[in-house]
């Protein structure tokens, strides 16, 4: 019996010390792929995927920085969806911020080696500007309950800090139940101080993130699209969900306005990832929402979304956990005890 499923693949902050070796320990049977990736970095100098995989110790400067993390994840979640049961049939793809880059390959947009092109590219564009930060804030409390109207009052305060002299800062991405705000240190410092510390790590700021998702980051997408051309992208052979809830459909896109919008809108405006996956589940219906490793921390996200799109009557955490024990729809492939779910 077939079980239909929308991949999900994640963005930047998902390859952390646990994962070190997630290539080598999880997929030794696509080492050719990791090595064509490894001769693409070597093109230009850079330490190849297989060592940095393999290496015997994990350090944060490193492994957080945008050319180390972006193409070892790519890689990660490229492969986990390669790897899945005969018997799942994906019928939609989408992906958080990064995780937009992964799901053109995992749906054909891109050729394996395009999309690494793409990712490391990208990755290392932003890591050597490295304009503005990013930080993380809930506006849900540890039920998951919907809160439209403190939602709306942090959103107000962006909007008046981003209006003082001197400040930046704007919606990143719409991430289930939290914000994630990006801007320069002025901007992300008046937030901080102006609202209270939540779940001992709430605001939290993102170890070597720029700014992505805003007006911030034009010169970086301006330099992408000079470097990776149009000729890259293909048609999709699965639905592309993007950032904004639009599905590129396969035989139906414009692949010029794919690669703008790629290296355009999607680099300097605010990701909505919680609309991403409401449109997911709406549209397409699927039997399992499988998010793809490396790590696990997006299944929070992803379950957020669906609460607070009352998604199968799902309206907090506890419904959705009961759910979830009942049928396992979402599985993420980054879990020990998830993994299985969906390789087979």
Known sequence: MTRT????????????????????RHHPDRMDLFHRFD??????????LTALDGAGCYSVGKYSRGDVASPLIYAASLADA???AEDIEVVAVTGNSMGWYIALAVAGALTPENGFRVVNTMGTLMQEHLIGGQLVYPFVDEDWVNDPVRKSVLLNDVTRINAMKGHTLSLSIDLGGMLVLAGNEA??????????ALQDRFPLRLTNHAAFHTALQASVAAEGRTQLGPDLFDQPKQPMIDGR??????????????????LGHQVTETYDFTHAIQTAAREFAPDLFIVTGPGATLGGAVAQSLTLGNWRGMAHKASFQTLQDTDAFLIAMGRGDQRALATG
């Open 245 to 262: 809830g639009k599905i590129w459909w396969p035989g139906a896109t414009d692949t010029r306005a794919l690669w703008a919008y790629t």
């Open 82 to 84: 390669q790897a899945l």
């Open 39 to 48: 001769a693409i970095r070597a093109e230009t100098g850079q330490e190849t």
């Open 187 to 196: 901007g992300l410092k008046a937030f901080e101080s102006n609202h209270p």
């Open 5 to 24: 499923a929308v991949v999900i693949c994640p963005g930047r902050g998902t390859y952390n010390k646990p994962e070190l070796g997630f290539l080598h």
